[in-house]
């Protein structure tokens, strides 16, 4: 009896000693803010210890906007915004057009290998390199050497992005060969010294930047935080935040942090541009 009285009284004192879990925040899309989600969601949980738990995904910002739009994510990140159709979708299942964040500014870069003699292409090069208009090297001041074409998938906000504002709406060439996300891409431009490729300018890592031109008569320009700040870097956009509805609680006090000093000091951190 003595024992199952203590038993009893045990329990009793662990179930009035115990704590709600944190809420949960899930984020899910673009994998070119995926490190930088990641490095905001550890800052904020370590600001805040005990106070929410922060789940970072990628695959990509068209996953997460349908992720989004299926509510199975709180917070989706998208490198492009959200298509009318998209929106039209969200408001159906939940009586709101969402909320965009522009959370970061980042400059799509063009990346080389390391030792490729080319420094600069103009836009229409980049264009005409994409679209197979331009296939060989040597008509761009390279070698006389095929050129091989890296991209992302289709799924991609950086993917839409690059067709949509460098090749203004043209098809990529059926060459290319498409890879998961821009740490991919620029792995493999690092390897190959006839390659070609294009992402964030925060993943510059074994590669070097393609100088970029608005035409054949304007100043070559590499991404830097000066030029992309200054709007002279021609390829230059913003990243986003989508949510469902306005936010509250703990989401909103979130966002709200990402946007304040110390959330937009890690955006710097990372290697992206900080849109205040």
Request: glycine letters at 10%; one cysteine or more; aromatic letters at 10%.
């Amino acid at each position: 009896m003595r024992k199952a009285i203590m038993t009893g009284a045990w329990a009793l004192s662990a179930v009035s000693l115990a704590f709600p879990a944190a809420p949960a925040i899930t984020v899910k899309g673009s994998d070119t803010m995926v490190i930088l989600g990641q490095r905001w969601a550890e800052k904020y949980m370590a600001a805040f210890p005990g106070e929410v738990s922060i789940q970072v995904t990628g695959g990509g910002s068209g996953t997460g906007i349908s992720a989004l739009i299926n509510g199975t994510t709180d917070i989706c990140n998208s490198s492009r915004p959200m298509k009318a159709s998209e929106r039209d979708k969200l408001k159906q299942r939940f009586n709101s057009l969402g909320v965009e964040v522009r959370a970061a500014k980042d400059g799509l870069a063009v990346y080389l290998h390391e030792s490729s003699p080319v420094e600069a292409l103009t836009m229409a090069q980049v264009s005409d390199i994409y679209t197979a208009r331009i296939t060989n090297w040597k008509d761009v001041g390279g070698p006389d050497a095929k050129i091989i074409l890296y991209g992302r998938e289709n799924n991609s906000g950086t993917y839409v992005y690059f067709r949509d504002n460098v090749l203004m709406g043209k098809d990529f060439a059926a060459a290319m060969q498409s890879l998961p996300g821009t740490a991919a891409v620029v792995n493999a431009v690092s390897k190959d010294k006839l390659s070609i490729g294009f992402g964030g300018a925060a993943y510059a890592k074994g590669i070097k930047y393609a100088k970029i031109k608005k035409d054949a008569e304007s100043p070559a320009v590499e991404p830097t935080p000066a030029t992309i700040k200054d709007g002279s870097y021609p390829v230059t956009r913003y990243l986003y935040l989508y949510l469902k509805t306005r936010p509250t609680g703990a989401i909103k006090k979130y966002v709200d942090w990402i946007l304040s000093p110390e959330g937009q000091s890690i955006v710097t951190d990372v290697g992206y541009f900080p849109v205040k």
